[in-house]
């Protein structure tokens, strides 16, 4: 007698795929998001490329000016391009998502519209353009200048998709506190000013003094450089980066903040 086993059932990719109603409110919201943010400045997507070069351009000249070489290979332009980039990519996009509710809040009246659906279609749109300044930047440094640079495509990818990822957990835990919790705003970007110092912009971990390293570690944005500047320089491994660790801050982010905004949808359609 042959065993019956149950049937999986196999799904297909329409079926994989959100319902088309999901899919139309994330792209016209996209669609909102790209008038709203570029279509009103001129040259509004220059000047989101303009910004981080001259971030660059300024750290790279002032500390020329102070040192004699990086801390890392011979270019100062590309140090703090792979120092500055992931960092910018995380405060942009986990700011953005934190305000994804409020710029959207009109539109959660209609049932058709979710919050999930405002939270998607920003993480969208901001990492595809955030992927195309990266390599926009790095492209034009690798043309204009002699770094050195040999890069490991799996491991920047790898980075930035743990940075991105970083970004949405943050983000989505903020996105319903800072809308009922003005205070826990300013909270927030006074906590978060002294991340653009300690997280490895304008240094290495090894550069850290020994004491403070074991602290230093729990800084999730330092991982990430980190292991950017190893996916640029064939001799830079950081043993001490943990991807691990990183996706776990992540994930438990990212589970807070849904939970968060599942029991508390009628407060924010409502209140």
């Given at each position: ?19 088309p ?16 943010t ?5 040259g ?19 500390f ?23 960092f ?31 939270l ?18 790095l ?25 991105i ?7 989505t ?31 290495l971990?090894?550069?850290i ?17 980190s ?45």
């Open positions: 007698m042959k065993n019956s086993l149950p049937e999986v059932p196999v799904l297909t990719l329409p079926q994989a795929l959100p319902p109603s999901a899919r139309r409110a994330v792209t016209a919201m996209m669609l909102r998001e790209m008038a709203g570029y279509a009103r400045t001129p509004g997507w220059v000047w989101a490329v303009a910004e981080p070069v001259a971030a660059i351009a300024l750290l790279s000249a002032v020329q000016l102070a040192f004699d070489a990086p801390p890392l290979g011979h270019s100062f332009i590309l140090f703090y391009a792979t120092g500055y980039l992931p910018m990519i995380f405060t942009d996009i986990s700011v953005k998502l934190a305000n994804a509710l409020r710029f959207s809040r009109p539109l959660l009246a209609y049932p058709a519209v979710t919050g999930i659906d405002a998607l279609a920003r993480l969208l749109l901001n990492t595809l353009t955030h992927l195309l300044i990266t390599l926009t930047v492209g034009g440094i690798e043309i204009l200048f002699e770094t050195g640079a040999q890069y490991a495509p799996a491991t920047v990818l790898t980075t930035l998709a743990m940075t990822a970083l970004a949405a957990g943050a983000g835990f903020n996105c319903y506190l800072f809308m009922r919790l003005p205070v826990w705003e300013r909270f927030w970007q006074i906590a978060t000013r002294p991340l653009f110092v300690i997280s490895g912009v304008f240094f971990f090894e550069d003094p020994a004491g403070w390293r074991d602290v230093a570690w729990f800084n999730p944005l330092l991982h990430i450089t292991m950017m500047r190893a996916g640029a320089y064939p001799t830079y491994s950081a043993p001490y980066a943990q991807p691990a660790f990183v996706w776990g801050v992540a994930l438990a982010c990212l589970v807070l903040g849904l939970l968060t905004l599942r029991f508390l949808r009628r407060d924010l359609t409502h209140g």
